[in-house]
């Protein structure tokens, strides 16, 4: 059992990593149970959202023309999730959209054994 991990939670213009693209990106840091950084940020995928993504996250075309594109901000979220296990709700599904963004930015983002 780890007493550090991360949370993270993703969403999305879809359900396909191969087709669609992440539009939002939540994570908090927890160690020994607290809360110690919470790293947060939309993304612009590069199109304008499908109605039922707006109607489901509530989140609008006008909350992401000024966002980053993922290369940019893969990075630094990289950096926030270091070798920490990964948690989250359908963290499976989290996992395989950050994994296919960082293969198109050409960037290492493997488990680091624990996906829960």
């Known amino acids: 059992m780890t007493d550090s991990f991360v949370c993270v ?3 999305t ?3 396909d990593p191969k087709r669609d693209k992440i539009i939002e ?8 149970g607290e809360i110690i950084e919470e790293w947060e940020a939309f993304v612009n995928p590069g199109r304008k959202l499908p109605e039922r993504i707006v109607e489901l ?14 290369g ?5 979220l990289l950096a926030f999730l270091d070798e920490n296990v990964l948690l989250g709700h359908s963290v499976l599904f989290d ?4 994994k296919k963004a960082a ?3 050409k960037l290492s983002f493997e488990s680091q054994g624990c996906l829960r």
């Open 95 to 98: 996992f395989s959209f950050l």
């Open 57 to 70: 996250t509530g989140i609008r075309d006008e909350n992401l023309s000024g966002a980053k594109p993922i």
């Open 72 to 76: 940019e901000i893969l990075p630094e």
């Open 9 to 11: 939670d993703l969403e």
């Open 103 to 105: 293969v198109n930015e």
């Open 13 to 15: 213009t879809g359900l």
């Open 25 to 32: 990106i939540g994570a908090v840091r927890v160690e020994r």
